[in-house]
């Protein structure tokens, strides 16, 4: 069959028509992430698409100007230079989590025997991409969801060669944390939108990614955080450190339970938007 379209055209022509639904810039940017990693345009893409290719070509518009996001209808994601699979059971992975990852490799470049824990690992790309830059770590991730966590291990198989331990676990059940060993670091980007901040979240968030990881209640928006550093400052080695990610809104909070929990060297960070995104905390080794 013949198209009288080129596969670069096709592609410019999805541009256009996402402009009505996400603007220019960011139209541009998803045309050119499904002419990398559906398409692969490396060579030719003056040539017409034969019927399978203009056939996904279809596929991947309708969906797209349905409102879901362009890494679930390719099914993968970029962080940190590397793909990782995802699924509506994931999040897809976020530049403000790269940040966060990269805060952890800053700290640690000299540091040979770390024992690390993901709380919550979602699509893994936190403990993962930890365990590719040190492969010399002993990696554990811990994941509510057996759907998540079955995406998680797929990444980590596929990247680390399945050199991580990760398990089904409740970050907020003190009896899933007691089979860890005594740990250098604990890591997480638990949910921490508030309920009543569901309205300022886009729709293609609200509408695809998984409400478990991202909503907390409005009565108690800081229960990841308070749960996960009471469980952290039992399981940590003393120095250890606890990293999150945070609310822009609620950082300044995260960072004051955490000195209350006994926490020190307590200090936030900011995303390269400004917004106070990361905070970090140390167990103290008195």
Same mark, same amino acid.
């Given at each position: 069959?013949?198209?009288?379209?080129?596969?670069?055209?096709?592609?410019?022509?999805?541009?256009?028509?996402?402009?009505?639904?996400?603007?220019?810039?960011?139209?541009?940017?998803?045309a050119r992430?499904?002419?990398?990693?559906?398409f692969h345009?490396?060579?030719?893409?003056?040539?017409?698409?034969?019927?399978?290719?203009?056939?996904?070509?279809?596929?991947?518009?309708?969906?797209?100007?349905?409102?879901?996001?362009?890494?679930?209808?390719?099914?993968?994601?970029?962080?940190?230079?590397?793909?990782?699979?995802?699924?509506?059971?994931?999040?897809?992975?976020?530049?403000?989590?790269?940040?966060?990852?990269?805060?952890?490799?800053?700290?640690?470049?000299?540091?040979?025997?770390?024992?690390?824990?993901?709380?919550?690992?979602?699509?893994?790309? @936190?403990?993962?991409? @930890?365990?590719?830059?040190?492969?010399?770590?002993? @990696?554990?991730?811990?994941?509510?969801?057996?759907?998540?966590?079955?995406?998680?291990?797929?990444?980590?198989d596929a990247?680390?060669?399945?050199?991580?331990?990760?398990?089904?676990?409740?970050?907020?059940?003190?009896?899933?944390?007691?089979?860890?060993?005594?740990?250098?670091?604990?890591?997480?980007?638990?949910?921490?939108?508030?309920?009543?901040?569901?309205?300022?979240?886009?729709?293609?968030?609200?509408?695809?990614?998984?409400?478990?990881?991202?909503?907390?209640?409005?009565?108690?928006?800081?229960?990841?955080?308070?749960?996960?550093?009471?469980?952290?400052?039992?399981?940590?080695?003393?120095?250890?450190?606890?990293?999150?990610?945070?609310?822009?809104?609620?950082?300044?909070?995260?960072?004051?339970?955490?000195?209350?929990?006994?926490?020190?060297?307590?200090? *936030?960070?900011?995303?390269? *938007?400004?917004?106070?995104?990361?905070?970090?905390?140390?167990?103290?080794?008195?």
């Open positions: 069959m013949e198209y009288n379209i080129t596969i670069r055209q096709l592609l410019s022509d999805l541009a256009d028509t996402l402009k009505s639904v996400y603007g220019e810039g960011e139209a541009s940017s998803i992430i499904v002419a990398e990693d559906a345009l490396k060579g030719n893409a003056d040539r017409e698409p034969d019927e399978e290719e203009y056939n996904r070509y279809l596929g991947i518009r309708h969906r797209l100007l349905c409102g879901e996001p362009v890494q679930y209808v390719l099914g993968e994601a970029d962080f940190f230079g590397l793909k990782f699979s995802v699924s509506t059971a994931t999040l897809i992975p976020r530049q403000e989590t790269e940040e966060l990852v990269a805060w952890v490799l800053e700290e640690t470049a000299d540091q040979k025997d770390i024992h690390l824990l993901d709380v919550g690992l979602g699509s893994g790309c @936190i403990a993962v991409t @930890i365990g590719k830059k040190r492969p010399y770590w002993t @990696i554990y991730g811990m994941e509510a969801s057996p759907e998540a966590l079955a995406v998680a291990q797929r990444n980590s990247l680390t060669g399945g050199n991580t331990h990760f398990f089904q676990g409740d970050a907020l059940k003190k009896q899933d944390w007691q089979n860890l060993p005594a740990l250098d670091i604990v890591i997480s980007n638990p949910p921490y939108i508030p309920a009543a901040e569901r309205p300022l979240v886009p729709d293609h968030v609200v509408n695809h990614e998984p409400h478990l990881a991202l909503f907390v209640t409005d009565e108690d928006p800081l229960i990841f955080y308070r749960e996960i550093a009471d469980s952290s400052i039992e399981k940590l080695k003393p120095g250890g450190r606890l990293y999150f990610e945070c609310n822009e809104f609620n950082a300044g909070e995260v960072a004051g339970m955490l000195r209350s929990a006994g926490f020190t060297e307590v200090e *936030c960070r900011k995303d390269i *938007c400004g917004a106070d995104r990361m905070v970090r905390a140390t167990k103290t080794s008195l």
